[in-house]
Structure formats: structure tokens, C-alpha cells
């Protein structure tokens, strides 16, 4: 499950009910993503956060953009949320796809890149091997609680991206904007040919949708107004011509049909993306994936 971190007016408490609920419930993992010219909260700063409120489910970025961030600082910081989190950290890592949050902190787009990225990932994982990255008295800490420090996943819905991320990912973190099945499995291959040519266990092969749960027209106006918030850097007209076809609308038991086909797949995980910040939307989310526990 996904936190609300895209939904508007939010606060600690809400916030944090989120996160008891999710931990007490029967889900693998507790997700949120990164944007930066946008309300919602910073990422990192919110990992210390979700450490301290949950105690047994795993924490998933997804996606930290690494190009945005000085990757020492980001290293370090990744390593201060794995020891708070007891070893329980996931990085999702993506390139990004909107050029003004490059802008806003200033950013060098032509780093937006697989390569960009993946020199980053060396940064971080020479930190969190304790190798000096200069002649300091001692080498950038804390270490992470995890060996080598966090799971890397690739966040991408490309082929070309998966391959080039296999050299040092353990896993995708996907999205499906149609919950197009055969195109997901055919990405979900890509990276199952990719890991065993470079010698590497099998990926954990992971993907995400935006869900509304309820019945009649109310659940799809609730992804497309979702839509029309987060996808604020695209014409309106466009996102409206995608709403329609966009994300998931539906019943509880038409939801966990769903995820009875990507199980079908291969999926090892789903990971829900909420429109609305709602709490009963997921108490109702949380019956589906008790069928999955």
C-alpha cells in the first residue's frame, strides 16, 4: 500500500494513521514516492518518520530520483532511515520524468539519464561499503543496518531501462497506467532474461496501479480528480482524454480479481496507489489484501 503523500491537505495525523494501519495490516510493504515542486512531503524526511511509526512492514520508495540529490548526502541518508527502520528499507530509484523538479533544485537535466543514475548508485553503495570517498578522518556514516546497504530497485515501465538497471538492481518497481497484462508480462521477462544473463538471483518483480474502491460512477470521478492533481505538469485536456482508461475503478471483489491475474504473471508484489486520503478507502483495500496474506 501506498501512502497519500500526493493528496492535498494533508497532516501528521492522518499521516501517521495511514502508516499504524498499514503496519498492523496485512500488507508486504509500505510505499511513497518523491516529487519536488509539488505539496507533497519530502521523502527522506518522512522515512525517519514512517521508521519510528511502524515496526514490522518493509519501506519502499517509490521512486527516489537520485539525480536530484548530492548522493553522498542521499547515501547517508539512506543509511540513517535503514538503521532506524531496523534493516527493513527498499529503495525504489527512478530518473524522473518532469524536468521542474530538475529546475527547482538545480539540477543538471542532461543527468537524467540510466547512466546518470547508475554512476550515483556506485557513489552510494562505495558509502555504504564505509570506503572513503576523500581523505576524511573517517568515511561518510552511519553505516546501514543492511549489508551493503538497502535493496535497490529500478522504478521503469521500459525495457531498454530494465536491462541497463540489471548490473545493479535486485529488483523492478514498475507502474501499469492501463493494467495492461501482456505488456507487464512481457516487461516482467525482459527482467528475468536480464538478471539470469548477468548471473544475478531472480528479480522481485513489482508493479503499481492508482485504485478507487466503490461502486457506480463515484470511484473512476475519484481517479480522475487525483489524476488532475498529480499530473499537474501535463495539459488538463490530455489528462482528462487519459482518465477514462487510466488506474483501476471498481468493487472490492472486482479488485481482487485483479490481482488474482497479475499474481497469474508472476507479480510478486502490487503495490496500490491511493486517490483520496480517505481512510475508509483503505479499510476497504485492507479486506481485499487479506485474501492475499
Known amino acids: 500500500m501506498t501512502m497519500p503523500v ?8 492522518l499521516l501517521k494513521a495511514w502508516a499504524t494501519a498499514i503496519d498492523d495490516g496485512p500488507y508486504s510493504s509500505l510505499c511513497w514516492g518523491e516529487r519536488i515542486a509539488f505539496d507533497n512531503p519530502d521523502c527522506l524526511t518522512l522515512l525517519g518518520a514512517l521508521s519510528a511509526w511502524t515496526d514490522r512492514v ?25 538503521m532506524l527502520c531496523g534493516g527493513r528499507l527498499t529503495v525504489g530509484l527512478g530518473i524522473g520524468g518532469r524536468h521542474e523538479d530538475y529546475h527547482a533544485v538545480g539540477a543538471d537535466t542532461s543527468a537524467q539519464t540510466m547512466r546518470g ?18 581523505e576524511s578522518v573517517l568515511p561518510v556514516g552511519p553505516r546501514p543496518r543492511q549489508t551493503g546497504g538497502p535493496e535497490l530497485h529500478v522504478g521503469t515501465t521500459g525495457p531498454k531501462t530494465i536491462r541497463s538497471a540489471s548490473a545493479w538492481a535486485s529488483g523492478v518497481a514498475g507502474v501499469t497506467l492501463d493494467l495492461d497484462l501482456v505488456r507487464q508480462q512481457e516487461l516482467f521477462d525482459v527482467a528475468r532474461t536480464a538478471w539470469a544473463d548477468a548471473g544475478k538471483p531472480a528479480p522481485h518483480l513489482a508493479t503499481s496501479f492508482w485504485f478507487a474502491l466503490g461502486t457506480g460512477d463515484g470511484p473512476r470521478e475519484q481517479v480522475h480528480r487525483h489524476l488532475r492533481h498529480y499530473m499537474n ?18 468493487t472490492e471483489d472486482e479488485l481482487a480479481a485483479v490481482l488474482r491475474r497479475f499474481a497469474e504473471i508472476g507479480t510478486d508484489e ?3 496507489i491511493p486517490t483520496s486520503s480517505d481512510p475508509d478507502q483503505l479499510r476497504r483495500a485492507t479486506e481485499v489484501a487479506a485474501e492475499f496474506s
Open 58 to 82: 518493509r519501506l519502499v520508495t517509490t521512486v527516489v530520483v537520485p539525480q536530484l540529490h548530492d548522493p553522498v548526502m542521499l547515501a547517508k541518508a539512506l543509511a540513517t532511515g535503514d
Open 233 to 250: 505538469w501535463i495539459p488538463a485536456d490530455f489528462v482528462d482524454a487519459i482518465a477514462p482508461t487510466t488506474g483501476w475503478a471498481g
Open 117 to 134: 543514475m547508475a554512476e550515483r548508485v556506485d557513489i552510494m553503495r562505495r558509502v555504504w561499503a564505509g570506503e572513503k570517498i576523500t
Open 6 to 13: 500526493m493528496e492535498p491537505d494533508l497532516d501528521t495525523d
Open 270 to 272: 502490487v503495490q496500490l
